[in-house]
């Protein structure tokens, strides 16, 4: 049985789902020619242990995740709280067809992908499965690399419309 949404609105439901906060990470990836492309993910999430599986909701009309989605890999990049810088550039294409890559340092993970340096941690994936819901696709993907940042780095969370950092009490 389904309920139609009448007794809220998209600006309502956005505002209240604000309240949980969501990590931010920069997936990146190639395209078919090798150019590099990359989008601010704030819905990444660890799906099973077993096979090692992680994964992300990606609006329909992405032109960054269509042109990543070509190779059949990407990785994840996970910001620290002090890379705000590169949330917003990834979040919005260039309006002036400058690349978002210009002026950052990056490396190649071993799956082709470029890798942020400076991150807390990066995950290199292969695509396992790509659904489509709403108006999203989850994409799952199989891990194959992992690693985390040596040192004291807090990851960039999203919550009420802002960025802020997560802390733990370990």
């Not at 002090?82 to 490396?107: M, N, Y």
């Amino acid at each position: 049985m389904t309920r139609a949404a009448d007794n809220f609105d998209s600006a309502e439901f956005r505002r209240v789902l604000g309240h949980v906060p969501t990590s931010v990470v920069v997936v990146t990836g190639r395209d078919s020619h090798g150019v590099p492309a990359g989008v601010t993910i704030g819905s990444f999430v660890s799906i099973s242990l077993d096979p090692p599986l992680v994964g992300f909701f990606q609006g329909h009309g992405s032109k960054s995740w269509t042109a990543i989605a070509e190779s059949g890999c990407f990785a994840v990049n996970v910001l620290t709280d002090a890379q705000q810088d590169l949330c917003w550039r990834f979040a919005k294409e260039p309006a002036d067809g400058t690349s978002r890559f210009d002026g950052i340092a990056v490396h190649e993970a071993p799956n082709g992908s470029p890798l942020i340096d400076g991150t807390v941690a990066s995950i290199d994936c292969d695509v396992h499965s790509t659904l489509d819901i709403g108006d999203h696709f989850l994409v799952v993907g199989r891990v194959t690399e992992l690693r985390t940042a040596t040192g004291d780095v807090s990851p960039m969370v999203f919550v009420r419309g802002g960025l802020g950092r997560a802390s733990s009490s370990k």
